[in-house]
């Protein structure tokens, strides 16, 4: 049995998780999903877990209700930042009329700090950060007495790492009483702009009565967003049939559009909503500077999975000619359905290289809302059985080794430093309410877990820049055939925009030594938490990954010079 069941452990429902390093995962939800809860504003719902025993503490939670926000990465020296925005600002008829049975968003921001690795160190906790910008007031036409404060905001949206360390926000509901239904011009959070940061919004506030190119061109909510190695930004949801980049601050608009490539036909208009997970694949260090760092985006969840490779974009177009190309799916372990669908599954990179899906129920977006299926039998329909895609061979394979909870809507799941895969959260049923929260924790040890043959990193510096050349020790140096940076994950709504794979160029040296080169940019690897891998060789063609070792990568030095 590969998995580890700790029954009723979790305390709160986990619909939002990230790995701070330190050994320590942060989950938090607010009201936890309860209309009752949000509505008398029982919203202090933060746990951390330790993976090294287990146990289960209480940071305490910002004072404001942080169900279905967003989270991101700021930069950060020796110390993780996690900026949180966004948020409920009510359950659906709740006094608001304008949005109907939306859920109004929230412009509260907070920032949760892990200790720094130098004096004073601190502790685990939430910081005061800068609100996001107001919104256009409605008429009292449109809303009631509409409150200036309930405007601008975001509920449902997603927040992706910049390179400078900034941090950008896309899409989300606003406020009850913003004129605009759904907020789709970007905002970017800034650090640097004061003692709680600034937020500055890309262009003017565009609405329903004011359309403009990011109405024209709005996102979904909880859009898949991927920071790319130029710089731009993939969406790989559909928008208007097509697959887009968003260049930010470029162009008259504070931002420009461009068509990459026509998204696939159906049935992957199941990944046009936030059911479904995006992965980019490893980014590989290649002697060759054309086949470096090539991003390849894996979208699954659906009952048919797909890879968009963008080698050479923006001057050629995606390999393949026709963009999206089809990924054949394994033999799966279900007599009911031979393709089944995993709605609300959650991938996970490994330090292999490989994708750890786990979770999900196998119902279509047609069929989810079916009376004769019954609003009780939701998670019978559960996919108990992980697959694994490997990207090196394009191929998936399923695991028989069923997990021991049904995994719905609100599921979560990280990469622990020992290369396990923590999962937690899902409301039963989809059904909202205290009695329908998952308090269960599951943990997945993968096929090189416990395995005598790993490696460890014994010795890697707190702090890297882009282009450096770091050292690092390791044991069974002279077989290590892949040094590997993975940037810790922050997990919701079926994606984790911050995880990422990076492996990178290494000679070795006397000793137990490695000299680990950097990649040359923040856009390949943007500033944050992340950890470090040393892969020793095997008979899988994959290698046995060490445990991670924590390691903060900041911007560019101001004056371009790295050390050697």
């Known amino acids: ?153 975001r509920w449902y949206p997603t927040l992706m790492t910049l390179a400078s360390g900034d941090v950008i926000a896309f899409s989300g509901h606003p406020g ?98 936030y059911t479904k997970p995006s992965v980019m694949l490893p980014l590989l260090h290649d002697d060759v500077a054309a086949n470096a760092w090539v991003p390849k985006i894996l979208v699954c969840g659906a009952n048919t999975s797909w890879v968009l490779d963008l080698q050479g974009w923006p001057t050629n177009p995606p390999k393949g000619g026709g963009g999206w190309q089809w990924v054949p799916s394994a033999e799966p372990k279900n007599d009911r359905n031979p393709s089944p669908i995993r709605r609300h599954s959650v991938a996970t990179l490994l330090p292999t290289g490989e994708v750890f899906v786990t979770g999900g129920i196998d119902v279509s977006e047609d069929t989810v809302d079916d009376p004769r299926l019954g609003p009780t039998q939701l998670d019978a329909r559960a996919v108990l059985d992980p697959e694994i895609y490997n990207p090196f061979t394009r191929t998936w394979e399923w695991l028989k080794d069923p997990a021991p909870t049904p995994r719905n809507y609100h599921t979560v799941a990280l990469l622990m430093p020992d290369g396990r895969v923590w999962v937690a959260g899902s409301d039963k049923d989809a059904s909202p309410g205290m009695a329908a929260r998952n308090l269960d924790i599951d943990i997945y040890s993968p096929w090189y877990y416990g395995n005598p043959g790993r490696p460890f990193v014994v010795d890697a510096p707190s702090l890297a820049y882009p282009g450096d050349e770091i050292q690092i ?51 390949i690897m943007p500033p944050g938490p992340y950890m470090i891998f040393t892969i020793r060789g095997n008979d899988k063609n994959l290698g046995l990954p060490s445990y991670g070792t924590d390691i903060h990568v900041v911007p560019e030095r101001p004056n371009g010079r790295h050390q050697g």
């Not at 509260?108 to 200790?115: D, R």
């Not at 036409?141 to 405007?151: E, V």
């Not at 044991?475 to 810790?488: G, K, S």
């Not at 995880?499 to 006397?510: G, I, K, N, T």
Request: glycine share 8%; aromatic share 10%.
């Open 473 to 523: 020790r390791t044991t069974f140096q002279d077989e290590i055939t892949r040094v590997v940076l993975m940037r810790c994950g922050s997990c919701t709504h079926a994606f984790n925009p911050d995880q990422r794979y990076l492996s990178l160029y290494f000679e070795r040296r006397a000793g137990d030594a490695l000299m680990v080169r950097m990649p040359p940019n923040n856009n």
């Open 176 to 273: 009850s009483s913003d004129a605009a239904h759904s907020n789709n011009v970007p905002e970017i959070f800034s650090l640097k702009a004061g003692p709680i940061g600034a937020w500055r919004r890309l262009a003017p506030y565009t609405s329903e009565q004011a359309p403009g190119d990011y109405d024209r061109n709005a996102l979904p909510f909880y859009p898949r967003v991927h920071l790319l190695p130029t710089g731009d930004i993939l969406c790989s949801n559909r928008v208007r049939e097509t697959t887009w980049v968003f260049k930010p601050d470029v162009g008259p608009n504070g931002g420009t559009f461009a068509a990459v490539c026509k998204f696939p036909t159906a049935p992957t208009n199941e990944y046009d909503i």
């Open 1 to 153: 049995m590969s998995w580890t069941h700790l029954s009723n452990h979790a305390e709160i429902l986990a619909v939002h998780a990230a790995y701070m390093g330190f050994g320590q995962i942060v989950y938090f939800s607010g009201d936890q999903h309860d209309p009752d809860n949000a509505k008398d504003k029982i919203i202090d719902a933060t746990r951390l877990f330790d993976c090294s025993n287990f146990t289960v503490s209480n940071p305490h939670s910002p004072g404001f209700d942080t169900f279905c926000s967003g989270h991101a990465f700021l930069v950060a020296a020796n110390q993780t930042k996690l900026l949180v925005g966004g948020g409920t600002e009510e359950f659906p008829n709740q006094g608001q009329v304008l949005h109907h049975d939306h859920f109004p968003g929230l412009k509260n921001c907070a920032i949760f700090e892990s200790p720094s690795l130098v004096a004073p160190y601190g502790q685990f906790g939430w910081s005061k950060a800068a609100s996001m910008n107001p919104g256009p007031l409605a008429t009292p036409q449109q809303q009631p007495k509409p409150d200036p404060a309930k405007t601008g905001g």
